[in-house]
């Protein structure tokens, strides 16, 4: 039997990657975000080499539409396995003298309540099967605090790092094992929502998607008695580091 693993966000970026590598590991993989279309591309490119991928779009800021996929999964699996908690996004009118009541909501609600609702909907079925696995993508904005991402999504990243560790403190008497994955800059399509724009040369430089989904199937190939508690992965060139030196980037 086949182990499930429900990716967020997995039209793009870091979830595409992992859905497309936990496909390649054996998983079979319920790929949801906004939109159907890159959901499909992506889906496609699965079942092309072999793998199982179900298509479930959500607007996961909505509760009841996070339900209705983990409902979904409950009904034809009766397990998830592992979930990617994956889905977030920025705006570029970040700055406090920007930032609008409109922008607050997007930001909260895509990096934060959507974790939430997404963690809160899995966890009956863990612990119900007495294991599982969540792998929620935080940022070093959840870590380190600085105006470059803007206020309301280094609160939300801040958030997402507090709930992973709330949820072992919780549920590991259930079995169930939470890591929160904090990358530095990656290049996926967020970054064009930077008020600065960077060339190829410095998004080549940066960390990739791939790199982001390999540290997720090394932890999601951990024997289930170890608990990767957080982690950070950040370029070898590091930006922020560089500029801290004073040199030119």
């Known amino acids: 039997m086949n182990k499930i693993a429900w990716v967020t966000g997995a039209g793009s970026g870091i979830g595409e990657a992992c859905a497309i590598g936990l496909a390649a590991d054996g998983y079979e993989v319920v ?101 599982g696995l969540m792998v929620h993508t935080a940022s070093m904005a959840g870590r380190v605090v600085s105006t470059l991402s803007g206020a309301t999504y280094t609160a939300a990243k801040h958030g997402v790092v507090a709930m992973s560790h709330t949820i072992n403190m919780e549920e590991c008497v259930h079995g169930i094992r939470s890591t929160v994955m904090c990358p530095g800059e990656v290049n996926t399509p967020i970054l064009d929502k930077r008020p600065n724009k960077l060339s190829a040369a410095q998004r080549a430089e940066m960390a990739q998607p791939e790199d982001c989904a390999a540290l997720v199937r090394f932890i999601a190939g951990m024997p289930a008695h170890v608990c990767i508690n957080e982690v950070l992965i950040t370029p070898t060139r590091n930006r922020g580091y560089i500029a801290n030196l004073g040199r030119k980037l």
């Open 31 to 131: 790929l949801t975000g906004r939109r159907r279309e890159p959901l499909a591309e992506v889906a496609a490119r699965i079942k092309a080499a072999g793998g199982r991928a179900h298509i479930k779009p959500a607007d996961l800021t909505r509760a009841a539409a996070v339900q209705k996929v983990a409902d979904f999964i409950a009904e034809k699996f009766g397990r998830c396995d592992l979930l990617v908690n994956n889905a977030g996004l920025n705006i570029l009118d970040r700055t406090w003298d920007k930032l609008t009541p409109e922008g607050i909501d997007d930001v909260i609600g895509t990096n934060l309540n959507a974790a939430f609702y997404c963690a809160r909907a899995v966890l009956p079925m863990m612990r119900a099967q007495k294991g």
